[in-house]
Every structure is written in structure tokens, then in C-alpha cells.
């Protein structure tokens, strides 16, 4: 699964928007900080950072003593056939199992199934009934005919009606919902929604639609038959084996599965999908159909959303040496998705965010989730975690797959800066959550393993063993894994053994302290020099707390720049404190600690502003470039002003990114040719991101200008990331000319766009600017945190309007309590008392004018100011029945 998640940082920024407080510029601003909040804790910026470091480690201890084992098996499924229909104005699924199973090890009468919330009609075996009992609604405990052993298959059938509506739900991070069926506009009421059905299963929520052992370590062959009305498309894992209409005008489409896997990976959809056809072809010659199902107004860009994944099987299919395993691989997307994507065997799920135009593909496309469902199909699907704790065999796999791809396709710079990124999410993940074991056994809840250790942390280990083992002895070693377990579950002592059957080294140490442990190392260098003897002495401390985080055990490398050129040097630190010595010729130029940029450590190398100048210009990674601009920048030098001005050319547009706003620290004598140069990234560097960064560097231009450059971007730039950065720079500079642009920009209506005109309108739109917000709300097209800056702006916006437009909000906040998102949902009260809040003021005033008015004896005036008066009571009072008792809080 692919968490889409609205990070902690988005969150603090929602927290300093303040909604509530009465202080309009307070509450309209609103920027989207994700990238830079991640941005500051990217690297050692100084020891301070460092010493921070050292307290969220220090202070995060938990002892528990739970453990969470593997489901115990006491039946094996070997086969679930479905027979399913749908009651789309009960949002109900009307199904027939037949499970054919046999008893694991001991012999039995007994099977007990999950099947949560049903209303069950029968259980049958050959035909004739069979007791059961249902009475918790979450396990059907059936009596078999007789006492089987565990070499006789039995078959057993059930009909039940799936009631997922009636459920209470939970979830987690990744999964906000385990209703396992969803019924989306069922009854075609919202305009533009096209109805379907959808399913769920990660973690046990498929046992609502269809009874099984709903574990992981549970595997079962599929057969599933859809009936629904012909103009549906549908849906599941495995081939299409038939599809026949029905004398009633319904149609039965068979969806068949002879491989194994897990019931949480089976799923169905229906809906009017368009199906845009691709093929991969195997190694054999034969040809396997890969299918895009989107709506109709999507048909045209499917391929431009999907079409690398061809190229994605056959490169995954190379590096592990196992061709892809199943039958066909389809992907689809869906509407009001409860995560970012799921693996379902063949059958993958993506929420409506990878729906994107061919300009909207300019900036950023989700190459990186196709991948790590992708690569679930060797990790997750074909060998499965046999129990939650064991997870990271699942995501640690699909977060790495993201390198693997990056790295082929975009290359090595793009690869690590993802990776940068993930290690980021997993001390951000333990600052706020906690720290606990990569393999947990001791979680809580099985979703909270859906979390920045089984997934960022997990692939950030896979990388440092693959940098410590080598590429061949990595991927023969993921090979023997997947050979050996193939359609079989594992635990994280079969990877372990894996590899250390293809090394032939003993791993203990390093699963240990990294699957087995939790935290990170956080490790100081010294430099000491001798010039009489040449030779640089390294002092490396690990400074984490070690009574509850190991003392690590870390092979690296040291690269060594002197007047030979560089050179690596293998160290091993396995002490607290530790000192290596090293010869060096002429002068000492650098000493690179991690050359490789592989470990997930926090570090702090205390080493002269040269060195970091020299390693910039001679350093080939992107963390140990970043780390060298960040470090000699604090320093004010000819020196470190031409490295920033260099960097801004730099080949790999972040670190251009980041020069162009370290470039404020550092400008002097290249002050004029600094700023030409981002006037010139502002307008043509081929990322951007970085086309963002210059101009959000250029507002502090002189007015006149700073708004011809925006404008003219605005006008000529094809990004919407860069239109909407020049409209709101414009909107800073000159508020009155961004409003006209703005309007301008109303006709390409396109959602990106659309939030920034809103912010715009918030502050500066007049009446006619109504029009726009009752369109984008009565559309809905916003989603999530798109949908809640854009509730914000129109809250700011309608305070400033006369009565009458504000009595229409009453009408528009209405639909929205009902059909906003969730994102907007949990701050939708509080804005709207905000609104109220004005009023009340408004009221206030006006009473003060009417005391004055029936002073002065112009009572008429005063009689119309209490109708206005008696009008914002009114709406007061109808706004409060919006408004829920309780303050959500975070
Ligand atoms: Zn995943």
C-alpha cells in the first residue's frame, strides 16, 4: 500500500493559520510549506540541529511487553469462489461463497471463518445444510458434516448479504477506513461523480464482503463472478475467463485466479471505466495485457499517466531475475480512495490524485507509486509478511522499489534526493510517534505499522545492504528469497537467511540492529592533523542513548582528497568512540565521511569550511553536494559566494533550487550576476520546481518590476506550479494587478490553478468573484487540503461582502457540512464561527449606529439599519446550526 498521507508539517500549518481568530490576514494566509519544512531538517545544518537530534532520541522511550504473533493456522483455504451482486440503493452486496479448505495439521469438525457485519442466509455442504454460529457478527464458526483430517479437502458453501454501511470503521494512517466495500454516489445523486464500487481489503476488512481467514499468512486461489447491469465494466484479480449476458440485460463477468495469495489482496471493482489497453512483453515472445481503467474524460491521458509501466515490469522482472508472476496487471483509478494505492494481485488501486492532464504531468507525475504497487507483486503478493509486525517485508520492498526506479530511469541524483526525502519522513515519523523495533512486534494496533519505519526507514536499511553487499550479491540475494518463499509467507529471518545464503556471511549483526532494533545512529567527527607525519586523524562518536538504541556496528567508507586526487578508505566503527588515522600527500583537501551517502544516520562532521567548498566541486552524491552547501555557505567568503553562484548551474535542478536561496547568505562581489541569473531560472530553467524557487526569490524585485516578470510567466509559462508561484508573488507585490490576472486565469479552470485564484479572491476579489467560489464548492472538484484552502479563501472572502451575498454562505456552508471532505471537515466548524464572529462584531457596530442615528433623530435611516442588523442576526443564528458543539482539536 502507498500512504497518502497530509503530512505533520501541512499540519503546523494549518495550526499558524489560525482559523478561528477574528484577524483577517492572519487567517488568509495559508502557503503550502511541505517541501520547505522538509527542507530544514534535510541535513546537519549545525550542531544546535544536531544537539535537537540527540534529545528526540533520548527522550522517546517505551517499554512494552506485548507481542503480536502470526494468525495460528489452524484451516487452509485453497480455494474461494464469489458469486456476487450488487443492491446499489442499499449500498449491499448480495454474495455466494464456496471455499473449498482443508484442516492444517489436526483433524476437525470445525471452521471458522472472518466475515464482519453480514446478514448470513446459509451454510451449506453438498447441498445440505450445516450448523453455525454468527453471534459476534465477526467470526462465522460453521460445523463440518463430519471431523476431517488434514489430507481431505471439504467444501463449504455460504450466501450472506455484505451490509458495509452498517459497520462501525476504523484505520490508520495509510487506511483512514475498513469498511472493505465501498459504494461511491451509489445512487447517482452528486453531479459529475460517476457512481461505482470499489473494494479494500489491507489490512483484514475484505472479511465484510466475503467470508475467508482473513490473515495474511492465509493464501487461496480465486474465482469471482460480477454480476451487474451491462454498462459497467468490472474488475478483479486474474483474467477475464468469460463474460455472458444475462436474460434479465445484467451480465456475469467470471474474473479467475489459479495462483495463491492473500485475501486482503483480492478485490473487485464496477463502474462505467474506460479501458485503455497496453501490453508488456515477456521474455518468452508472449504477450501479457496491462490495462488502464479511468473515466471517460481521462481516456486521453492514461497512458501518459501509466504508460512506463511496461518498462517497470520488465526492468523489476531483470533486477530480481523472477519474471512478473501473475496473469495480467491492470490498474484503476477510483474515487474518494481511503489511501494512495493498494496492491491487489494484478488489480491495482490508485486514489483520483494520479488523474492528471499533460501539463499537470509537467509537474510531477506518480511514477513512484506505480512502482511500489508494482514491486509488491514479488514483495507482499507472491511471498506475503505471514503477520503484520513482519510488514516492512512488504513496504521496506515497495518504499525501495522507488530508488530502483529513480535510479534507472532519472538517475542517480533523482534516486537519492527521493531517498533524502524518505529518510526525512522516517526521524520525522519517529520525532512525532516514537521510535520502535523495524519489525514490531509489539505494535498496538496492526495499523499503526503503516508508519515512517516500515516504509522509509525499511527502505533506507534495504540500501545500506546493498551498498554493504554489493549489487550482485543483493539482488541474487532478493532472487533466493523470492524463489524460496514464492507463494509462501516469510518472516524477516527468511530474508536474513536469503542473504546470508548467497554471501555466505553471517548477518545476525546487521538485521539485528536494523530490522530487530529501533533508531538510528547519530555520529560526530572530529579532524585532527599532523603535518609533520601527514596524516589526518578521523574521531567518529556515536552519540545516540545507548540503553535503548544499539551501539551500531557500521562498515563505511572515507574518501580522502590530497594531492594524489581521492581516495576510499573501509573503516569499521563498532565502538562508542573511535579513532582511524590516515596518511595523506601534499595537501589535505577533503576527508568524506559515509562517501557513499548511504547511511540513515544523523552526522555532524566538524571539519574546516574548505574542505566542505572542496567537496561541493569534487563530491559525486547529492546528500554529500547539499551537506557542503549548507555548511560553507554559513561562512561569508568569495569562496563560498562563487559556489552558490556555481551551484545555480548545477546539472541536478534541488541543488540549484537550494542555491538560489542559500545565494542570500553568501552574494557580494557576485551580487549583480547572482540575480541576473535567477531572473533567468525564474523564466527558463528546465525544472519547475526551480522556475518556483527564483521567483519566490524575485518578489523582493522593485514593484513595477517584479510584476512585469510575474505577469509575463504567468502569461508564457506552461507549468501550473509556476503560474500559480508567479500569481501569488504577484499577489504580494501588487495585489490590484493580481486580482485582473487572476480573472483571467478563470477560463483554463483547472484545480491547481483554481485554489491560488480563490487565495487571491479571498483578499482582493470583489461581488462578481461569488460566482467563482459557488462554482468550485457546488462542483466539488477540490479534494483534501486543495478543498480546505479554498473554504478558508471564501470565508475570508464573503466577510468582506454586503449582506446579501453573506446570506447566500448559509447555503454554500450547508453543502459543505454535508458533502465536504474530511480534511474540511475537521476545521469547517471553526471556520465558520469565525464568520459568525464577524457578525457578532457587525452587530455591534451597527447597534452603536442606530443609538446614534435615533439621537439624532433620523429615525428612518436607523430603521433601515436595524432591518440590516435584524438580517445578521438572522444569519448568525442559521450559521450556528452548522457549527458542532465539540472544537476539534489535533
Ligand atoms: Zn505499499
Redesign the pocket.
Known sequence: ??KYLIGLSIFSVLLSCKVGKSDSDEISVVEFTEDSAAYDEYIDESYDDFEGDLVGLEDEVTVRGIYNPSRTLITDLIHTKLEINFNWEKSQLNGKATITAKQHFHASDSLILDAKGMEIKKVEMGGKSVSYSYNDSLKLRIKLDKKYNRDEKFIVSIEYVAKPEERQTSGSAAITSDKGLYFINPKNEKNGNMPQIWTQGETEANSVWFPTIDAPNSKSTQEMYITVQDKYATLSNGKLVSSKKNADGTRTDCWKQDLPHAPYLFMMAVGEFKVVKDTYTRPDGSKMEVNYYVEPEYEQNAKAIFGETPAMIKFFSQKLGVEYPWDKYSQIVVRDYVSGAM?NTGAVIFGEYVYKNDRELLDGNDQSTIA??LF?HWF?DLVTCESWANLPL??SF??YSQYLWDEYRFGLDEADYQAEQEANGYYESGMYQGYHNLIWYAHNDKEEMFDGHS?NKGGRILHMLRNYLGDEAFFKGLNNYLVTNKFKTAEVHNLRMAFEEVSGEDLNWFFDQWFLGKGHPIIHTTQTVNKENNTVTVGIKQRQKTDDFPIYKIPTNVAIWDANGKRIEKITIDSIEQSFTFSFSGELKNVLFDADQVLLAKYYEDKPANQFIHQYYNSNRYRSKMTAMKRASKMKSDASEKMVFDAMNDTFWDIRLNAISLFENVKNKLADQGLNRIKDMASNDTKPQVREAAINYLKTLPVSEATALFKKIIEIDKSYLVISSALQALMEVNPDDAVIVARNLEKDNNKNINVVLAEVYGQKGEAEENKFFEKQINEGKLKGYDELRMVIAYAVYIMRMDIDLQEKSHAIFTLLNEKGGSSLKMYLSRIIEYNMNTYREKVNELELEIAQLEEAKAFGQADDKKRIKQRYEDLINNLSTLVSPVESGF
Open positions: 500500500m502507498k496492491e511500489h504497487e509488491h507482499g512488504n513496504e515497495a518504499n516504509y
